[in-house]
């Protein structure tokens, strides 16, 4: 599982690698929870590819319903059908036959959830659980383990290989322990400097291996500040972008307080920063 | 899913049971449903009559056992002591009961009755006049007769949480046109335009956030706030949060979910540490702002802090956080028992660098105090 993760450019450390093999072999969503930027949305995507599943993304958000998520009907179309058939004068089959043509396949809107059923096998994605509300994690609960949905109107749609299940979480509430029961838990950690070093390799290979030394060193130092938003490896990667588009092959005070912006997200934090003393943060 | 208890592997399986069961003394709870996942996860990994190598049982483990960040450690701790085996196996029951500590008296309202009987019983009458006289009593001058009428006082207590607009709507006499709405309402008619519907946002209830202070100083009031948070948590279980500051910072919705309030005190007194103890209240309520607070909890809640504002850390650091707070709220309210005294002036270190981001500053010491407190919450 690690070789091929890695083969896409996903350089996972032994506790994803395994989270991700069990969560195939025992056929158990995976619930990843851990800091903003420390991978969790690109394992899923990693995985998809590694895998050659396609992948559907469900973003979750407050509010979000069964209609949003799983189908819904496409009534202006319907509507539109119905005149075409009144103005043909066609009611060939009677009432019944109408309506079963108004309620069939091609006027359903299959949202992630019944498109993730419907392509299985493939990698479904649901991001950002803890932002939904309680009702839908009993919902979404009930679809993934059953892996099958009913639509009064057309009957069940199940899958005949349950979909790899990736849940994330930044942990701005707590989910429900019914829904982890079900699920694998693994904590995202950020990447230990070897590997953050070999990501930024992976991802930027334009970027000169001095400076992504350097970047991934300071971002390290800067997460052990105890900042209001501790920078994770999508800022690592923001940062040595933004010092490799200013031309610079190696890491200095000068530029690296012209390219705080892409660490630093807080102006508290760019403060606290400036008082400790950049470069003594940053060359340590 | 269970796993096949081969011969040779009977011995490892009950060892591996054992880890479970060390685990779940230790504080994670891992049901019985997460072990056999461990089991299954463990035989996926290597061949169940063979140990698996230990990288593999950690992660198996890890995986299956765990739900939350916090158990993380204590799952590290338990697996280096079972599987290096420093840990005594225990050969038949494990204990499962969790040593309760001893303040649980004091918050569960058992020691007043005990001390009840050493005293003349006194009369309480349950007249409107007696009544009115204990609502307006300072919660640190009850008599133990007094407090538990106090606490049935507190039960019938209303709270009707503030509202939100939620991004849901709902249908509704006025309002913009639901164009979904009619449409399938046209559908209906076969096709016909019957009559608009009608949509509109609907009211979510507001999240609270309760931050108790139960340093020493705020002893005589801790009781009748945790039973007051309870009694809140009770009227809307889904939006009331509640955590203890003190040397420390504890969670204890879970706790206050129980709908019994004496088992509901009963496992806060367990979950709480420092009860009675000093007050950092600068540095707990960093820990929560970074915990919880800037993650979403505190976002757009009404924040209540029950505090005598006695900083023994440094006011400075107070004053940040609790403009940081303001800042993510909806509403910061200061509830602090001394200012339902005469006389009284926010001069402690702490009210002063508190005071120019507060929304509410309020007294929170007597039973109506906490009413005028429910309706500032309401309205924030």
């Known amino acids: 599982m690690a070789t091929a993760l890695r083969s896409v450019g996903y350089l996972p450390d032994e506790g994803v ?16 929870e851990g ?11 990693a995985l998809s590819e590694a895998l050659g599943l396609p992948m559907v993304r469900l973003q979750c958000h407050e509010g979000i319903d069964a209609s949003q998520a799983l189908y819904d009907w496409d009534f202006p179309r319907q509507l539109l059908h119905l005149r075409a058939m009144e103005s043909r004068g066609a009611a060939t089959g009677g009432v019944d036959a109408a309506e079963g043509e108004l ?7 299959a949202r992630p959830l019944l498109q993730a059923l419907r392509l299985a096998p493939c990698v479904l994605l649901v991001d950002e659980i803890d932002r939904a509300d309680d009702e839908f994690e009993a919902f979404l609960l009930q ?12 009957g069940e749609i199940a899958a005949d290989v349950p979909p790899l299940v990736v849940l994330t979480s930044n942990r701005t509430r707590e989910v429900h322990d019914a829904l982890k029961r079900r699920c694998l838990y693994h904590w995202v950690d950020h990447p230990d400097l070897e590997r953050e070093v070999a990501i930024v390799r992976e991802r930027l290979p334009q970027v000169s291996e001095t400076l992504a030394r350097q970047v991934a060193k300071a971002t390290r130092a800067l997460r052990s500040l105890d900042l209001l938003k501790p920078p ?19 890491l200095d005070v000068e530029s690296a307080a012209a390219t705080m912006g892409a660490v630093l ?8 920063i400036v008082q400790l003393g950049l470069d003594g943060i940053l060359f340590r | 899913m269970t796993t096949p208890a081969v011969d040779g592997s009977t011995e490892l399986l009950r060892a591996h049971l054992g880890f479970v069961r060390v685990l779940r003394a230790a504080g994670v709870p891992a049901d019985p449903s997460r072990g056999r996942a461990f089991l299954a996860a463990l035989a996926e990994l290597g061949a169940p009559d063979e140990p698996a190598g230990p990288a593999s049982t950690y992660w198996a483990g890890r995986l299956t056992l765990c739900s939350q960040a916090d158990d993380l450690p204590r799952y590290d701790a338990a697996f280096s002591a079972w599987y290096s085996g420093t840990t005594k196996r225990q050969q038949g029951p494990a204990p499962t009961e969790i040593p309760t500590p001893s303040l649980k008296a004091s918050l569960t309202g058992s020691a007043p009755k005990a001390q009840a009987d050493d005293r003349p019983p006194e009369e309480l009458t349950t007249a409107a006049s007696a009544n009115e006289v204990l609502r307006h009593k300072d919660f640190s001058e009850l008599s133990p007769v007094e407090r538990e009428h106090v606490r049935a006082l507190l039960a019938g207590l209303r709270y009707r949480p503030a509202t939100r607009r939620a991004v849901r709507r709902r249908r509704s006499a006025r309002g913009p046109v639901d164009p979904r709405a009619t449409v399938r309402t046209m559908l209906r008619a076969g096709g016909e335009l019957v009559r608009p519907v009608h949509h509109r946002r609907a009211q979510r209830p507001r999240r609270l956030v309760l931050l108790i202070d139960v340093s020493g100083s705020m002893s005589p009031y801790a009781d009748s706030l945790l039973r007051f ?17 003190g040397t420390r910072l504890t969670r204890l919705t879970r706790a206050m979910r129980h709908r019994d309030p004496d088992v509901a005190l009963r496992a806060v007194a367990a979950a709480v540490p420092d009860y009675a103890g000093g007050t950092r209240l600068g540095e707990t309520l960093k820990v929560f702002l970074d915990r919880w607070g800037q993650r979403g909890l505190a976002r757009g809640a009404v924040v209540v802090v ?10 400075r650091l107070l004053g940040e956080q609790v403009a940081r707070l303001s800042r993510l709220a909806r509403a910061v309210v200061w509830s602090n028992p001394h200012a339902g005294r005469a006389g009284y002036a926010p001069v402690q270190s702490g009210i002063v660098a508190a005071l120019p981001a507060l929304h509410r500053l309020l007294s929170g010491h007597s039973l109506v105090a906490l009413e005028e407190l429910v309706e500032v919450v309401a309205d924030a």
């Open chain 1, 17 to 32: 690698a395994t989270a991700a093999y069990l969560a195939m072999a025992m056929a158990r969503p995976l619930f990843c």
């Open chain 1, 35 to 45: 800091e903003p930027g420390t991978g969790k949305t690109a394992l899923a995507t």
């Open chain 1, 103 to 109: 309620y069939s396949e091609r006027f359903l809107l």
């Open chain 1, 143 to 154: 679809v993934l383990s059953e892996n099958r949905v009913s639509i009064p109107e057309l």
């Open chain 1, 232 to 250: 994770g490896v999508a800022e690592t990667l923001d940062w040595a972008q933004a010092l490799h588009a200013l031309g610079r092959t190696e």
């Open chain 1, 265 to 272: 997200k807080y102006r508290e934090d760019g403060d606290k």
């Open chain 2, 229 to 245: 948070a309870h009694v809140l948590t009770c009227a809307a279980p889904a939006t009331v949060e509640t955590f203890t500051l």
């Open chain 2, 306 to 315: 029950f505090s005598d504002g006695w900083e023994r850390g440094d006011a």
